[in-house]
């Protein structure tokens, strides 16, 4: 099963040469945040440029499969991956890892994988393949389908106890209902409904006190200083004493001296910000953004509904992710775990998030018809 | 139809670019606000966590007497901490150390805990075990270096006070700045583990002597374990203290008044414990000598004073007590000069009236007496020079009987009896009292026990000043301590100078008078077989003033040599008796230790 020439030569090189950009920048300040900390690295500074590389080249692999299927064959299969995604995150259940309180990982050999990062795709895929289907999405009933096919693998994220990731899904869901159409007013009015009846219901009845926490010190970091306002208080001191012109490569003494936690993973925008300063940290932000843009124009491009929301869903995935993520070191969106798209240490987030470029690549790739 | 979906479907596309723009540039802008606008807070914060300043403690300045002598300086104290974070085996370095340090594991982990509560960004300080290690102690240690990573021997300057007790009570102590003075001296940058002088040269001077501490800033993780050192600033020693105190002076005095209590407590007068002499030089102001019993050793204060000590000198006779700045007692007969010089200087008598003393004549004063007539003698007829040589004390009842209270009272006043010296030093000064009719009204039998130095008190100090404003006629000069402060660096800070205090003005004859009856005091008089065989002429006034019910506190104020004045003297012996037979003595000891030759 080879890849036409021709249909390599249709890949978005921009989107492309964009995305290797930002692993590699990613890698380095892996590196630079990682090195001189032996205690993580065991006395090898590379161990986790190494792996993140790894990371890539896999992905890179698994991407080369994704092109050499025309993305209709996703559309066709939908309902299995779908499934298939639903086991995936339901065999943590039988399998899983615990750390820092959320189930999340499987353990397979020696690679941990993360069964939310690959799920979040098939999620997408599923409900593209859905809502390519409907023709009248304007009135309650027609959304209740698209909104169960989310919130079912939702329920089992929040039972891993990672409800960060699982809410990564809500604007996602809400952003490919309206690329497919669906009438404005009412996403409207279920957004207001959420954010004015349910979050404030959901946040006094149903949020576990360490998640209130987290609710509470995102609107007053200094709340707590030495316990949850810590990392995101930490996380600002190291972005605003960066500067103009950022304490150069290698230079943090934040993430250095471990002031800033999980500097090469979930704060590695922090040790951007703090190394390279306002400079370097709009750089990465705008690698980021320009994939996103890439991601939007390729949903414009597409040949068909599917492709276009294919395209949408998983480039929100992104989008929220960024701005959740880099939000949350400078104290804009509140502290969850989620990782920064290509530049954060972890196997499975770059892994899923190459795939799910090589899918945007392979909507691009057929946005034509080829004429052999 | 189908050309609406294409068209509202670009449109939607449309507003996710829009959209992802906005994110963008709040992104963006954020950063702004945290890097560039405030930016500078930012930095100044992760300094702040990064850096931990430890001070280096600045040894005080050193104190000497004016030849040198070393009174007080600072030798280096060891300091055992533990660094708590850099324990790699806590529970075996805490029981290792407990055995070196014959300390119990719970009192260590107890010192511990206290400094070691919540979870981050603790600040890099060192847990002190114990101060002022002994040497043995800090070897044992030492040879265990390597198996007690978290450990630290700092190194700290304490006061020490080579010549012990001498002069002690001048010197002062040291201890930790307390609450007040840390509200008081904060912005001085004094900190809650600085210590402060708290007494005499030591507090009084406390600005020049205190050093500039230096600090180490160590580069700290966030668990405070300190990863390495980044910069110091170098402590800077206090100055140098030159004092006006003769070593050799002070020594005579100290011992000549110790010697005199035992005796005298020995024999007739078992109270005898507390004493005060000061010598002073009449020309410049510069104290010589001032000793008073008890005294201390300032240096059992370092590290700080055990309880027991504490109460030795704090309870009962007081060794904290400066009797000869801060103690004012009635000066009985060396009272006598100023009522003389009152009744010259009114006209009240002249120099070849007689008065006569004998018992008869005590109705006349009310039934007051000579101190002679106890020994069953009399004086007879005396004129005002006979009077003084004697100490007839019936002599002076007639001037006090011939005066105003405000005649005598402005004629001490005018040697600055009842005011401040203005000696710089810690405590204040007393000033005694001299009252006058503003104050109350004299019955006549008070105004002749006023003549006698009854009525008023008096300090040692202010005596030796006044005495010495009699001895150059009319000039008297501001006592003080110190002679020069010099800078770590050798030159000169501040050089004191010679200042006159105030002036007594007075006839020639006054003067005359007062010169010629006081050398014969010591002649021929009342102080002459404490000044026999002196070789150096010696005027001055003995005193025993009256305290009932106990023993009278003896005094003697004189300066030497009578014509030529170099030095006076003020001793003062609580419950000590006669001042010609127990005061007199010990200032003929600070007499002939002063002109001893030096032998250098």
């Known amino acids: 099963m080879l890849i036409d020439r021709r249909l390599l030569s249709n890949l978005d090189h921009a989107l492309l040469v964009a995305v290797v950009i930002a692993v590699l920048f990613g890698c380095a300040m892996i590196y630079s945040a990682t090195r001189w900390n032996t205690r993580l690295t065991a006395g090898n500074?590379?161990?986790?440029?190494?792996?993140?590389?790894?990371?890539?080249?896999?992905?890179?692999?698994?991407?080369?499969?994704?092109?050499?299927?025309?993305?209709?064959?996703?559309?066709?299969?939908?309902?299995?991956?779908?499934?298939?995604?639903?086991?995936?995150?339901?065999?943590?259940?039988?399998?899983?890892?615990?750390?820092?309180?959320?189930?999340?990982?499987?353990?397979?050999?020696?690679?941990?994988?993360?069964?939310?990062?690959?799920?979040?795709?098939?999620?997408?895929?599923?409900?593209?393949?859905?809502?390519?289907?409907?023709?009248?999405?304007s009135d309650l009933r027609s959304f209740i389908v698209p909104a169960l096919?989310?919130?079912?693998?939702?329920?089992?994220?929040?039972?891993?106890?990672?409800?960060?990731?699982?809410?990564?899904?809500?604007?996602?869901?809400?952003?490919?209902?309206?690329?497919?159409?669906?009438?404005?007013?009412?996403?409207?009015?279920i957004v207001g409904v959420i954010l004015l009846v349910i979050a404030p219901f959901s946040y006094f009845f149903l949020l576990q006190t360490h998640q209130q926490m987290r609710i509470k010190v995102f609107f007053n970091p200094g709340l707590d200083p030495r316990g949850y306002g810590y990392n995101v208080m930490q996380s600002v001191i190291a972005i605003g004493s960066g500067g103009l012109l950022g304490k150069g490569y290698g230079q943090s003494t934040q993430a250095r001296l471990n002031f800033l936690p999980e500097h090469h993973t979930d704060f590695i925008f922090s040790v951007i910000a703090e190394e390279l300063g306002f400079f370097g940290a709009t750089a990465a932000l705008a690698v980021l953004f320009f994939i996103v843009h890439r991601g939007y124009s390729v949903a414009q491009e597409a040949r068909d509904k599917f492709g276009a929301l294919l395209a949408v869903g998983l480039t929100s995935v992104m989008l929220v992710h960024i701005f959740v993520n880099a939000g949350m070191t400078m104290n804009v969106s509140p502290c969850t775990g989620i990782p920064l798209p290509f530049f954060s240490a972890g196997g499975s987030a770059l892994m899923a998030m190459t795939i799910s470029i090589a899918i945007v690549q392979n909507v691009y790739m057929r946005r034509k018809k080829i004429i052999f | 139809m189908m050309n609406r979906t294409r068209t509202q479907s670009e449109r939607r596309l449309r507003v996710f670019q829009i959209f992802a723009l906005c994110l963008f540039l709040v992104l963006v802008g954020r950063l702004w606000q945290l890097q560039i606008i405030k930016g500078e807070y930012y930095k100044s914060r992760a300094t702040a966590n990064r850096l931990a300043l430890v001070p280096i403690s600045a040894p005080r300045g050193i104190i000497t007497d004016r030849r040198g002598e070393v009174f007080a300086t600072s030798r280096m104290a060891y300091t055992i901490s533990v660094v708590p974070q850099e324990f790699s085996d806590?529970?075996?370095?805490?029981?290792?150390?407990?055995?070196?340090?014959?300390?119990?594991?719970?009192?260590?982990?107890?010192?511990?805990?206290?400094?070691?509560?919540?979870?981050?960004?603790?600040?890099?300080?060192?847990?002190?075990?114990?101060?002022?290690?002994?040497?043995?102690?800090?070897?044992?240690?030492?040879?265990?270096?390597?198996?007690?990573?978290?450990?630290?021997?700092?190194?700290?300057?304490?006061?020490?006070?080579?010549?012990?007790?001498?002069?002690?009570?001048?010197?002062?102590?040291?201890?930790?700045?307390?609450?007040?003075?840390?509200?008081?001296?904060?912005?001085?940058?004094?900190?809650?583990?600085?210590?402060?002088?708290?007494?005499?040269?030591?507090?009084?001077?406390?600005?020049y002597l205190r050093g500039q501490d230096g600090v180490t800033e160590i580069e700290v993780d966030s668990l405070s374990r300190p990863?390495?050192?980044?910069?110091?600033?170098?402590?800077?020693?206090?100055?140098?203290?030159?004092?006006?105190?003769?070593?050799?002076?002070?020594?005579?005095?100290?011992?000549?008044?110790?010697?005199?209590?035992?005796?005298?407590?020995?024999?007739?007068?078992?109270?005898?414990?507390a004493g005060a002499a000061v010598a002073l030089d009449p020309r410049t102001g510069e104290i010589i000598a001032m000793a008073t019993e008890p005294g201390y050793d300032p240096g059992w204060f370092v590290p700080r004073i055990s309880d027991e000590q504490w109460r030795q000198v704090s309870t009962g006779v007081s060794g904290l007590f400066n009797r000869a700045i801060s103690g004012a007692y009635p000066p009985g007969s060396t009272f006598k000069p100023f009522t003389a010089i009152a009744a010259l200087e009114a006209g009240v008598i002249d120099l070849d009236d007689r008065i006569l003393c004998s018992p008869s004549v005590s109705s006349r004063y009310y039934r007051k007496r000579c101190s002679i007539w106890s020994k069953g003698r009399s004086h007879g007829y005396q004129n005002l020079t006979e009077g003084m040589i004697n100490s007839c004390n019936i002599v002076f009842y007639e001037l006090g009987a011939r005066l105003s209270v405000d005649q005598m009272a402005s004629a001490a006043k005018q040697f600055g009896?009842?005011?401040?010296?203005?000696?710089?030093?810690?405590?204040?000064?007393?000033?005694?009292?001299?009252?006058?009719?503003?104050?109350?009204?004299?019955?006549?039998?008070?105004?002749?026990?006023?003549?006698?130095?009854?009525?008023?008190?008096?300090?040692?100090?202010?005596?030796?000043?006044?005495?010495?404003?009699?001895?150059?006629?009319?000039?008297?000069?501001?006592?003080?301590?110190?002679?020069?402060?010099i800078a770590p660096d050798g030159t000169v800070q501040t050089q004191s100078v010679p200042e006159v205090m105030r002036t007594a003005v007075l006839s020639d004859r006054t003067w005359d008078y007062l010169h010629h009856s006081?050398?014969?005091?010591?002649?021929?008089?009342?102080?002459?077989?404490?000044?026999?065989?002196?070789?150096?002429?010696?005027?001055?006034?003995?005193?025993?003033?009256?305290?009932?019910?106990?023993?009278?506190?003896?005094?003697?104020?004189?300066w030497a040599p009578a014509d030529d004045p170099e030095i006076v003297v003020a001793v003062m012996i609580e419950r000590g008796g006669g001042g010609g037979a127990s005061a007199a003595p010990v200032a003929r000891k600070i007499m002939e230790a002063y002109f001893a030759p030096t032998g250098e």
């Open chain 1, 45 to 137: 500074p590379l161990l986790y440029v190494k792996k993140q590389l790894a990371a890539a080249a896999l992905g890179a692999a698994a991407s080369l499969v994704v092109l050499s299927v025309d993305y209709h064959y996703l559309e066709r299969f939908a309902k299995w991956i779908y499934l298939a995604s639903l086991l995936l995150l339901a065999s943590v259940f039988v399998f899983g890892k615990r750390t820092k309180g959320a189930i999340g990982w499987i353990k397979i050999g020696p690679v941990a994988i993360q069964p939310c990062e690959y799920a979040k795709i098939g999620v997408v895929i599923a409900l593209a393949a859905y809502l390519a289907q409907q023709d009248d999405l």
């Open chain 2, 227 to 273: 990863v390495a050192t980044v910069g110091a600033r170098a402590p800077v020693a206090g100055s140098t203290l030159v004092m006006t105190i003769d070593a050799k002076v002070q020594q005579s005095a100290e011992d000549a008044l110790r010697s005199q209590l035992e005796t005298l407590q020995s024999g007739k007068y078992k109270h005898a414990t």
């Open chain 2, 90 to 207: 806590r529970e075996a370095e805490v029981r290792l150390l407990s055995k070196l340090l014959e300390m119990p594991v719970e009192e260590i982990e107890a010192k511990i805990a206290g400094q070691t509560e919540g979870r981050y960004g603790l600040p890099y300080m060192p847990t002190r075990l114990i101060e002022d290690v002994p040497p043995y102690m800090l070897v044992r240690v030492s040879e265990h270096k390597v198996e007690l990573p978290g450990v630290i021997i700092e190194e700290e300057p304490y006061r020490s006070y080579p010549n012990g007790s001498l002069a002690g009570p001048i010197i002062g102590y040291v201890g930790l700045i307390n609450q007040e003075e840390l509200a008081r001296l904060g912005e001085k940058g004094y900190q809650s583990r600085d210590r402060i002088g708290k007494s005499g040269v030591e507090r009084e001077f406390e600005e």
């Open chain 1, 149 to 189: 096919i989310v919130a079912a693998p939702m329920a089992l994220v929040v039972a891993q106890n990672d409800l960060g990731s699982a809410l990564v899904l809500a604007p996602v869901f809400f952003a490919m209902m309206y690329a497919a159409g669906a009438d404005a007013k009412l996403l409207l009015a």
């Open chain 2, 417 to 485: 009896l009842s005011q401040p010296t203005g000696l710089r030093f810690t405590p204040v000064e007393a000033t005694g009292a001299v009252p006058d009719s503003s104050v109350r009204d004299f019955m006549p039998g008070e105004l002749a026990s006023y003549a006698i130095g009854q009525q008023v008190t008096v300090t040692p100090l202010q005596m030796a000043v006044a005495y010495g404003g009699i001895a150059t006629r009319g000039v008297m000069y501001k006592p003080h301590l110190i002679r020069q402060v």
């Open chain 2, 518 to 558: 006081l050398s014969e005091v010591t002649r021929i008089g009342t102080a002459s077989s404490a000044f026999r065989n002196f070789g150096i002429p010696v005027a001055g006034k003995t005193g025993t003033a009256e305290v009932p019910p106990g023993d009278p506190h003896a005094w003697f104020v004189g």
